[in-house]
């Protein structure tokens, strides 16, 4: 079913109402404020149509409806407007950098800082990625039934090892199999290197273990950047309490645990095989759209700064799936220009 003018209306007014309410909106509330002159039943009935499109929801057996992860995915790639900072945002942002710019290391932190301030999201910053760590040899041993040891050895002869949980059984043949699979595709290679034609043809060689092949190369890559020994400065990760969706203190204590773990912090930064750049290379992946459960009900925005066009560090930030796309864009986008023109201007 192709989206009417009408629906493509009630759809954006569902969402930017949510975005901003966290409430659920019926077709009252939408006749009053986004359509004059529509009657509400004409309203249920659109509202209807963009549910069983799976574009919306219904929450218990209230009339109220919310956007789905579906209904995100499609107003991110085909609703959303970029919109510039407010003054005073840009304002801020360009006096933090000028201020910082022959301090990288503090400049990072109050990056960070500024991110979570201006987004009222967790922050996570990278400082510049310069190493070009590789892969040497890759292992995965068993240790029962559902978890394998993950041992990766680097060019530079570190040996890291995790026990990675599977979500079904794998044997020993099945593992070997895999293991060599990913020495024959990955041994040689880069974090930059493993781009998504490399994991495409990873997911295909995976066949019916393709399911566990994301969450691999995750650690694998978080393996790499900690030999690289590249910081990661987070700030505002108390902000997700402020969100009614994490009220829920074991959700938040998942999220508050992954931050401080250096692996996990590295592995927003990895691979993600069906996130496309977007908005001037930032990534916007959704929900279920993330390798990792921690992350399965937030949305994580990401972008990388470069340098000569080469990726050379990251900024991102993780909330509720109901975000501010929009503003969250606008923000990435104004701080990854600010840190581009400060690098520039250290490296002459």
């Known amino acids: ?34 359509g004059p002159g529509i009657s509400s039943a004409t309203i249920r009935n659109e509202m209807s149509d963009l549910e069983d499109l799976g574009l919306i929801s219904r929450l218990h057996s209230s009339s109220g409806r919310v956007p789905s992860q579906k209904g995100y995915r499609f107003y991110v790639d085909r609703m959303m407007r970029e919109r510039p900072l407010a003054g005073e945002e840009a304002l801020f942002l360009q006096g933090m950098i000028i201020q910082n710019i022959n301090q990288v290391e503090f400049m990072m932190q109050e990056t960070a800082k500024a991110l979570a301030r201006l987004t009222r999201c967790p922050a996570i910053v990278s400082e510049p990625y ?17 978890a394998v040891l993950l041992v990766l050895v680097t060019d530079t002869k570190a040996v890291k090892s995790q026990v990675v949980t599977l979500p079904d059984a794998t044997g020993y043949d099945e593992l070997a199999r895999l293991s060599q699979t990913l020495n024959r595709h990955l041994v040689g ?60 203190r074991q959700k938040a ?18 691979p993600i095989s069906n996130a496309t750049p977007s908005y001037e290379g930032i990534q916007i992946v959704i929900g279920d759209e993330n390798n990792f459960e921690w992350l399965k009900d937030c949305s994580l ?18 909330g509720p799936t109901r975000m501010d796309y929009a503003h969250a864009v606008s923000v990435l986008t104004g701080i990854s220009q600010n840190i581009r023109q400060v690098i520039q201007a250290l490296s002459r």
């Not at 998942?254 to 990895?270: G, T, Y």
């Open 1 to 34: 079913m192709e989206l009417t003018d009408r629906k493509f209306k009630i759809l954006e007014a569902i969402v930017n109402d949510y975005i901003h309410t966290a409430e659920p909106i019926g077709s009252r509330t939408i006749a009053k404020k986004y």
């Open 253 to 270: 204590d998942a999220i508050f645990q992954a931050l401080e773990e250096r692996e996990s912090l590295m592995s927003l930064f990895a």
């Open 130 to 146: 310069l190493k070009k760590t590789k892969v040497r040899h890759l292992q995965l041993v068993p240790v029962d039934e559902r």
């Open 301 to 318: 925005v990401r972008a990388g700064y470069s340098i000569d066009n080469q990726s050379t560090g990251y900024i991102a930030i993780i």
């Open 189 to 248: 290679k880069s974090v930059r290197e493993i781009d998504r034609p490399c994991i495409d043809i990873l997911l295909e060689s995976f066949g019916a273990c393709a399911h566990i092949l994301m969450p691999l190369l995750g650690i694998i890559a978080g393996m790499i950047q900690a030999e690289d020994d590249v910081r990661v400065f987070t700030s505002g990760v108390k902000n997700i309490l402020t969100f009614p969706e994490f009220s829920d």
